[in-house]
């Protein structure tokens, strides 16, 4: 029916319910006499990346600091942070607010993170009233900063692919 009339490409993941020939949904629409063009799109798989690297503990710290200094009923906490960075006259002269966006979009709120992250935890010391010393302990570990510089390198390349896949004919092979 309408199916035949609308598409001849089907953009999958590379799942066998995706492409088994036989009960995988390219196969049926194939068995239904729809022929179609099976692709497959890395950007999927690139997007599970951020849940296989079990790295979400480090977005998850990120975007609660970056919401206490920029969210909620506290924009005095955001005012003073901005001031904060003049001051200081860094790079960068706020964070970007989180919202929780796709994985690969969220590149820009960690690079930002961190580029200010010792300004951040100064600001946390001196300015934030209600207990941070969780957020101030995971910003001296060492370990936490290894994972959080791979994870803001990491989201920077993905998303100079993902800029780099949109658009007409882009293929990679």
Aim: with cysteine.
């Amino acid at each position: 029916g309408r199916f035949k009339k609308m598409s001849s490409v089907v953009v999958t993941d590379g799942a066998k319910s995706m492409v088994g020939k036989n009960i995988g949904f390219v196969g049926l629409l194939r068995k239904s006499d729809i022929n179609v063009v099976a692709i497959h799109c890395i950007i999927n798989q690139e997007a599970l990346c951020g849940k296989i690297m079990k790295l979400g503990n480090i977005m998850n710290t990120v975007f609660k600091i970056t919401n206490l200094i920029r969210g909620g009923n506290c924009s005095l906490n955001h005012r003073n942070f901005i001031k904060y960075l003049v001051e200081l006259d860094c790079e960068y002269g706020d964070l970007l607010l989180h919202t929780d966006v796709r994985w690969l979009s969220q590149g820009k709120c960690l690079k930002r993170f961190f580029c200010l992250r010792k300004e951040i935890l100064s600001f946390l010391k001196t300015n934030i009233t209600t207990d941070t010393t969780y957020f101030e302990n995971q910003l001296v570990d060492k370990q936490f900063l290894y994972s959080l510089a791979f994870l803001t390198d990491i989201s920077q390349h993905l998303n100079k692919l993902n800029l780099q896949l949109q658009g007409r004919k882009q293929i990679i092979s």
